[in-house]
């Protein structure tokens, strides 16, 4: 089995190289990942300069792109055939609600079930990165059911696990995404040049929270772990819009 593993924190981060250190032992891993942190990129490609391709000393591939640049780069231009899965992460944060729509995390692992691979998004669910390793056994023990069970239909899971020891997790659980207050808003600042500056504010706390949800689910000391889509069709407002349309 070959896994293409890119990530959001930059090919350096410690969260990936725990990944890489719990996929190894299954799988043949293939690093590309951006060349610095790009948190919140989101999907966007780079289409305004070229993107170029370097190796580090550990073996790992960067790009001077964003982490949807990397998978497609890696998947369209680097490797001989395609990956048998992609593995995102390990983030450091959760990437649970709307976080969803501005991860880099998810959109790496976005970007590979865009083109037909089935693909993983990990993140640990705090800020201070104690237990890459229970993300790193949550996210190899996934593979190896993935490879004894594979789902035969396009998969895209985002996975978020608790940053506690791997033996105070209280299992898996499938969840639908829940949903964040609005943001806090940007900090204004001046800087030692006296320009006035800005820092986007904190995501806002969780508010749609309940059982079932990814933040329920976390907060219970269980791994989250959601099938994404990509259609972002409102269904349910599609007969209104017509009617108001007419």
């Not at 959601?226 to 017509?242: A, F, G, K």
């Amino acid at each position: 089995m070959r896994i293409l593993v890119s990530n959001d924190d930059g090919y350096f981060a410690p969260g990936i190289s725990a990944l890489v250190g719990a996929l190894e032992p299954v799988a043949q891993v293939i690093v590309v990942a951006p060349e610095r942190n790009r948190s919140g990129a989101s999907n966007s490609l780079t289409l305004d300069r070229p993107l170029i391709l370097k190796q580090a000393a550990n073996g790992y591939y960067y790009v001077n792109g964003t982490p949807t640049d990397c998978v497609h780069l890696a998947v369209t231009g680097l490797l001989d055939s395609l990956p048998d899965m992609i593995v995102s992460g390990i983030n450091l944060g959760a990437n649970m609600g709307d976080d969803t729509l501005y991860s880099g995390t998810v959109a790496a692992a976005t970007e590979g079930f865009l083109l037909g691979i089935p693909s993983l998004a990990i993140s640990l669910t705090s800020s201070e990165g104690g237990h890459f390793s229970t993300a790193g056994r949550v996210a190899r023990e996934l593979v190896e059911r993935y490879l004894r069970d594979p789902i035969r239909e396009p998969l895209l899971l985002n996975v978020n696990v608790p940053d506690r020891p791997y033996g105070e997790l209280s299992g898996l659980e499938v969840t639908r995404l829940g949903k964040r207050h609005k943001a806090e808003p940007v900090v204004r600042m001046q800087s030692p040049r006296n320009e006035t500056v800005y820092w986007v504010g904190a995501a806002g706390a969780a508010q749609d929270a309940g059982p079932g949800t990814d933040f329920h689910a976390v907060e219970a000391g269980a791994v989250s772990v959601t099938p994404l889509q990509i259609d972002l069709t409102h269904v349910s407002q599609l007969s209104v819009v017509r009617d108001w349309i007419r």
